[in-house]
């Protein structure tokens, strides 16, 4: 079965940190896709951990712990533009690529 | 430029009614998928094809068919047995395997009425 859990909103100020955690259940891990979406809007692609560890993409991390089935998104100094829904996605199995399971996203809202 | 269409952006149907959502990619990808969004929800996979002729059943398929016949496009309909159609599609496609991203298209909100 699959299981992706992740916090349904968070808020925080402009210029601020925001941590945005995911934990996972797999039959076989193949790597965790984080995308971000604003309303009404396609998603689009932020980060994708395979190896245990932080990657650092400008204001943008993304953290994985495959032991734990753990990730997070960090989104440092916060700006209004960073308001939006962020995806965390795993494919189910690890012969099941392209099927992402997507969990059903944490709403960020950046206040002034 | 590259990337995925969809059309049309907004479209209205009355109940009972068959209806077509179109989606077109100029990447070359050999994947394309198809997947519903509904307020507070993640995505939810409908269907996705691997390769042309080729395509399978994702977690919700029932009520929806698809077909593909050219590398390009992978058109969905929505047909009347979907008991709740009303939501957010949108398509995607990859270069293959799953450690590729999906590009998403812009999707396209039905109403049915």
């Known amino acids: 079965g699959q299981n992706i859990d992740q916090p349904t909103e968070m808020t925080a100020t402009e210029g601020a940190i925001v941590q945005i955690n995911c934990t996972y259940q797999?039959?076989?891990?193949?790597?965790l896709f984080w995308y971000q979406q604003h309303a009404g809007e396609a998603p689009t692609f932020l980060s994708y951990?395979?190896?245990?560890g932080l990657e650092e993409k400008g204001r943008f991390s993304s953290f994985l712990s495959r032991s734990k089935g753990y990730s997070y998104l960090l989104l440092k100094e916060l700006q209004m533009k960073d308001s939006a829904s962020y995806l965390c996605?795993?494919?189910?199995?690890?012969?099941?690529?392209?099927?992402?399971?997507f969990g059903a996203g944490t709403q960020v809202v950046v206040t002034p | 430029d590259g990337g995925i269409t969809q059309s049309p952006k907004y479209l209205f149907r009355k109940e009972g009614q068959n209806v077509t959502l179109s989606c077109e990619q100029n990447?070359?990808?050999?994947?394309m998928y198809w997947y519903r969004q509904d307020p507070g929800q993640g995505l939810r996979l409908i269907y996705y094809?691997?390769?042309?002729?080729?395509?399978q059943k994702g977690d919700i398929a029932e009520g929806y068919s698809v077909s593909r016949e050219k590398k390009e496009s992978f058109p969905l309909t929505v047909t009347s047995a979907q008991k709740n159609p009303t939501a957010f599609y949108l398509c995607?496609?990859?270069?293959?395997?799953?450690?590729?991203?999906?590009?998403f298209g812009p999707g396209t909100r039905l109403t049915v009425l």
């Open positions: 996605a795993v494919p189910p199995s690890t012969d099941s690529w392209g099927k992402l399971q």
């Open positions: 995607a496609s990859s270069r293959g395997a799953g450690k590729n991203e999906q590009f």
């Open positions: 094809s691997q390769i042309v002729n080729d395509f």
């Open positions: 951990n395979v190896l245990d």
């Open positions: 797999t039959s076989g891990f193949n790597g």
């Open positions: 990447l070359n990808h050999d994947a």
